[in-house]
T-cell receptor, first 111, second 113 residues
Framework: GENVEQHPSTLSVQEGDSAVIKCTYSDSASNYFPWYKQELGKRPQLIIDIRSNVGEKKDQRIAVTLNKTAKHFSLHITETQPEDSAVYFCAAGGGGFKTIFGAGTRLFVKA | DAGVIQSPRHEVTEMGQEVTLRCKPISGHDYLFWYRQTMMRGLELLIYFNNNVPIDDSGMPEDRFSAKMPNASFSTLKIQPSEPRDSAVYFC???????????FGPGTRLTVL
């Protein structure tokens, strides 16, 4: 079955710097790659997603890149702000298979 | 739309008691998922339904756990008997399509003493 690995598990950056979170997946049939943000005590919420017919997608300060050949995808947050502090989950799914979540990255943005 | 609704939001019970968690998915969504989240194990998929039919329950930890979806607008996750190691936040989520965006409910924080 699908396996999603996410790195790093913890990331600390200074406000204004960029943050990058990387994920790899195992099933080449996967074609849907969402990213969720979970603030402390709240539910996971989708922040951006990408499908395999696209290599990159951007939404204001957030961007996701996908390398299907290498089975890698990454989340990039630019100009980080304290409110970006949260746990971020990558996931992989589609191709008739359920979505599998990574273990999460705890991002700290220091003011 | 009110989004995915879960009840109760908090549940404190004693070991050995039966616990029932409830979920109302977003109207029109054909998939419903139950997750468990703990610090140690992260976000685990327990079971998911498609059009009220259980499709994959491979994540259900043991026979003490059971889930039902009697109709398109209601699902339950039951633990009987409960144990302290079941303490976690349980999320319900729904989506349109298996690879669709999943909308999570607010979660139920379960504490088993």
């Amino acid at each position: 079955g699908e396996n999603v690995e996410q790195h790093p598990s913890t990331l600390s950056v200074q406000e204004g710097d960029s943050a990058v979170i990387k994920c790899t997946y195992s099933d080449s049939a996967s074609n849907y790659f969402p990213w969720y943000k979970q603030e402390l005590g709240k539910r996971p919420q989708l922040i951006i997603d990408i499908r395999s017919n696209v290599g990159e997608k951007k939404d204001q300060r957030i961007a996701v890149t996908l390398n299907k050949t290498a089975k890698h995808f990454s989340l990039h947050i630019t100009e980080t702000q304290p409110e970006d502090s949260a746990v971020y989950f990558c996931a992989a799914g589609g191709g008739g298979f359920k979505t599998i979540f990574g273990a999460g990255t705890r991002l700290f943005v220091k003011a | 739309d009110a989004g995915v609704i879960q009840s109760p939001r908090h549940e404190v019970t004693e070991m050995g008691q039966e616990v029932t968690l409830r979920c109302k998915p977003i109207s029109g969504h054909d998939y419903l998922f139950w997750y468990r989240q703990t610090m140690m194990r992260g976000l685990e998929l327990l079971i998911y339904f498609n059009n009220n039919v259980p499709i994959d329950d491979s994540g259900m930890p043991e026979d003490r756990f059971s889930a039902k979806m009697p109709n398109a607008s209601f699902s339950t996750l039951k633990i009987q008997p409960s144990e302290p190691r079941d303490s976690a936040v349980y999320f319900c989520a729904s989506s349109l399509g298996l690879a669709g965006r999943q909308f999570f409910g607010p979660g139920t924080r379960l504490t088993v003493l």
